[in-house]
């Protein structure tokens, strides 16, 4: 008798494997909870390393730079170009004091756990860095230059060139004391937009320009963009004035 034969395309549930079944997923609760936390910490990560050697916000702690920046204006300072091979003549800068400029400062108490949570959003870069160690001041001078006070049309000279400054506040002048200072090498001149209302490089100096320039090690990076308020929104760009400044001798 012969062997019957299968039909094409039958199958025997005898001698073939079957696949294995995959365990499902671990889901519930806690499983959203282990992803959501997951990604909060990536972000932190990302936002820390961004803010350690990329960009950070900060807040405008004073008037001295007005009209350009105003009290509680926030803006996205670069760390890109920091250094001393990138800072020009009419940027804005970001600096930590170099020691007496500012008088010490306390912090509001907000509560312990306020405080922390703004520390710590602080320090990884989410939120605006409000330490009281910090200034923003435009650059006037680099190492080697020659600044002063001022020509017969009462306007600030860099290396022979004077500025006119249509930047600064409105109705200031440019300088309301007489000086002529060479900028120190690796060192910068700096000065607030609303003159009569800023401490900078003038009222820290000597008269020799040693005391009152700040060291480029103390910059923290040049701001780039007015963020909020968001209706001010704006990207700063170097006075057109500065382009005629000729190198330092």
């Known amino acids: 008798m012969s062997e019957p ?14 696949p294995a079944e995959r365990p499902a997923p671990a889901g519930g609760f806690w499983a959203g909870v282990r992803e959501i936390v997951m990604i909060a910490a990536t972000a932190l990560v ?31 300072v670069s760390k890109v170009q920091a250094g001393p091979w990138s800072v020009d003549r009419g940027d804005v800068v970001v600096f930590e004091d170099p020691g007496g400029w500012l008088p010490p400062v306390q912090r509001v108490d907000r509560g312990p756990v ?43 000279i860099v290396n022979g060139e004077p500025l006119d400054e249509d930047y600064i506040f409105p109705g200031d002048e440019p300088s309301t004391a007489d000086f002529s200072v060479t900028v120190p090498e690796d060192h910068i001149w700096l000065m607030g937009d ?16 040693q005391e009152g320039s700040v060291p480029l090690d103390a910059v923290v990076g040049q701001a780039v963009v007015l963020l909020y308020p968001f ?19």
């Open 194 to 209: 609303h003159r009569s209302n800023s401490r900078d490089s003038r009222a820290n100096d000597d008269g020799t320009g």
């Open 46 to 76: 990302i936002s820390f390393l961004i803010k350690t050697f990329v960009a950070q916000a900060f807040w405008i702690p004073s008037g001295s730079m007005e009209q350009t920046l105003v009290y509680g204006d926030r803006v996205m």
């Open 5 to 18: 034969t299968r039909e094409r395309g039958s199958s025997s549930d005898e001698g073939t494997p079957q």
């Open 231 to 249: 209706d001010h929104f704006d990207w700063f760009t170097v006075p057109d004035t500065f382009a005629d400044v000729p190198d330092a001798p």
């Open 114 to 156: 306020v405080n922390a949570a703004l520390r710590t959003l602080e320090f990884v870069g989410v939120a605006p860095s409000s330490q009281g160690n910090h200034l923003i001041k435009r650059v006037i001078g680099l190492p080697g230059d020659t600044v002063e006070c001022c020509d017969d049309e009462g306007r600030l």
